[in-house]
């Protein structure tokens, strides 16, 4: 199984996935801040900068646009592979779909997990580094705050790694539809927005555990009916 | 073990639409096979369901003698095959493209790249990406990836598509050479008799996703009839003349003025002298010799099987 991951790493193109990867990261890291100062500084109901705990409140739901990087692999690895036909390639080989299916899905939760913690520790270091300078937030980081960041980055990467699976059945497999992808991770990155918008209080742990649930079940259902679906 | 492929009932439908229907096909061992039928006909469907790219709705594929299923598809590690036309990642080199399929199929070989590449005289193009390359170029590249692993099954379709005369000559050279001095079995498919003819022992006829019949190219050989065909406006008289005159036997009016002689024991400059004395108005009188083309169309006329 290893080796098929790395097989499908070396079919990608990797300098556009790189590229892609840096631009996330890029933007993503500096967002925490830009919210503190800028968005958020006149509303009084929300105070992100009273303390590195809340601040850490504001960004687990910034690293959700990582989402759209899962999209993005989900068309990469899936998508791109059906319409190119280079699918196909892979059918030949004396692999059952099964277990390539099995491959690339690993393949994905590992990238987006990966690039979502090393987001989580550049938006981290960003966010300090331009604290001290710019004195955003009030007060210093403790280790109980170092501890809690280091935490939640590790079961939120994992949670953002799962719920970028909730198209790949329906829009990746069946549909291979790049577009109905990309929107399904732009909803699911501002679900929690949406349900604040229409004044819906969701306990956001288990809004993620129920979502994280939907991307499990998406890759069953990918892998399972892959050979009924996934004929090219 | 002498079969290589043995397919019973094979049968592919999409969509409640009959793809190809009841495909019982041999393919024998160190043969070249040739798939024949119109565009549409259903070759490349069974060419894909042997290759394992698409799942059959109903039947059976043995290859090498064990069955080939989604869970058990070890047999492909012994099949090369170009499907449609060749297919690769495009964005990547013609080098990291073969050493990816030679990964999958767990062979290491780097040697066997270059020796491959050389056989196609594929010369110089190590690093230049295949979106850059020819459609001839690609064809070739395909081959060297259908043939990489030495493989002792090669499936091609439609093997000759897209090249140039001469890159026809080679692919034909190719074949043969392959298929003689290592002894691969070939599965080749065309909708072009003179290709199919040029390359295959045996054909397999496909119409409408049936296979209406399985013949060695030889036995063909030995049905080929020679004939002359004449053209006259005078068909009653001139059947009478070479009845009574010429003691001409095989005789069969093809329309109302067409005439072919099957009974070849007088020759054309004969018949002319004989019906031009007899006052019969010749439009056209000409040798012919029936090719596979005929017997093609015959076949797929009739639908029926030759004895």
């Not at chain 1, 790694?161 to 059945?169: D, M, T």
């Not at chain 2, 199929?105 to 110089?124: E, P, T, W």
């Not at chain 2, 049936?210 to 059947?239: G, M, W």
């Not at chain 2, 002689?261 to 029936?290: A, G, V």
Request: charged share 20%; net charge neutral; proline share 2%.
């Amino acid at each position: 199984m290893a080796k098929l991951i790395e097989l499908e790493w070396r079919k990608l193109d990797q300098k556009k996935v790189i590229g892609e990867v840096i631009v996330y990261w890029v933007i993503i890291m500096f967002l925490p801040t830009f919210f503190i100062k800028v968005i958020f500084a006149d509303m009084a109901f929300v105070d992100f900068s009273k303390s590195y705990a809340n601040a850490l409140e504001l960004m687990l739901p910034i690293q959700m646009g990582l989402l759209l990087f899962g999209a993005s692999m989900i068309n990469h690895v899936f998508i791109e592979e059906y319409k190119n036909k280079t699918m196909s390639l892979s059918f030949g080989y004396p692999i059952s779909r099964k277990k390539l299916v099995m491959a690339k899905v690993c393949f994905i939760f590992l990238a987006v997990f990966l690039c979502t913690l090393v987001s989580f520790v550049l938006s981290g270091i960003t966010t300090y580094v331009i604290d001290q300078i710019f004195d955003v937030i009030h007060g210093q980081p403790t280790l109980e705050d170092f501890m809690a960041f280091t935490v939640r980055s590790i079961v939120h990467s994992v949670v953002v790694a799962l719920i970028s699976f909730v198209p790949l059945f329906l829009f990746g497999i069946w549909k291979r539809a790049v577009i109905p992808t990309v929107i399904c991770a732009v909803f699911l990155a501002q679900f929690s927005n949406f349900t604040g918008l229409l004044h819906i209080t969701l306990n956001t742990d288990m809004l993620y555990g129920v979502l994280s649930l939907i991307g499990v079940a998406s890759v069953y259902l990918s892998v399972a009916k892959v050979n009924q679906v996934g004929d090219i | 073990m002498n079969e290589v492929i043995r397919t019973h009932e094979l049968t592919k439908t999409v969509k409640g639409k009959t793809i190809t229907s009841n495909v019982n096909l041999t393919v024998k061992k160190g043969e070249t096979y040739g798939l024949l039928g119109p565009n549409g006909a259903g070759k490349t469907t069974i060419m894909k369901m042997l290759t394992g790219l698409i799942i059959p709705t109903s039947g059976e594929i043995m290859l090498f003698g064990k069955k080939l299923t989604e869970s058990a598809k070890d047999g492909l590690k012994r099949v090369g095959s170009i499907i449609e036309y060749p297919i690769f990642f495009e964005h990547l080199t013609a080098m990291e493209n073969l050493r990816i399929h030679c990964e999958y199929l767990g062979f290491y070989d780097r040697k066997a790249i270059s020796q491959a590449l050389d056989m196609v005289n594929l010369h110089g193009i190590d690093d230049k990406k295949v979106k850059d390359f020819s459609l001839g170029m690609k064809q070739r590249l395909g081959i060297v990836r259908a043939m990489i692993t030495k493989p002792e099954l090669i499936v091609l379709d439609e093997p000759t598509n897209g090249l140039d005369p001469i890159g026809i000559k080679d692919m034909r050279e190719l074949i043969r050479m392959l298929n003689k001095e290592y002894g691969i079995t070939f599965l080749l498919s065309s909708h072009i008799l003179g290709e199919i003819e040029q390359m295959a022992d045996r054909i397999g006829m496909i119409q409408q996703g049936k296979l209406v019949n399985e013949v060695a190219l030889a036995d063909i050989q030995k049905l080929r009839t020679d004939y002359i065909e004449l053209v006259t406006s005078n068909v009653q008289k001139t059947v009478y003349l070479l009845e009574h005159d010429l003691q001409i036997s095989n005789i069969k009016i093809v329309k109302d003025t067409r005439i072919r002689i099957y009974d070849m024991k007088r020759s054309t400059s004969d018949i002319s002298k004989t019906l031009i004395s007899n006052d019969i108005e010749i439009e056209e009188i000409q040798k012919h010799t029936s090719t596979l083309e005929d017997y093609f169309y015959h076949q797929i006329q009739g639908g029926g099987k030759v004895g």
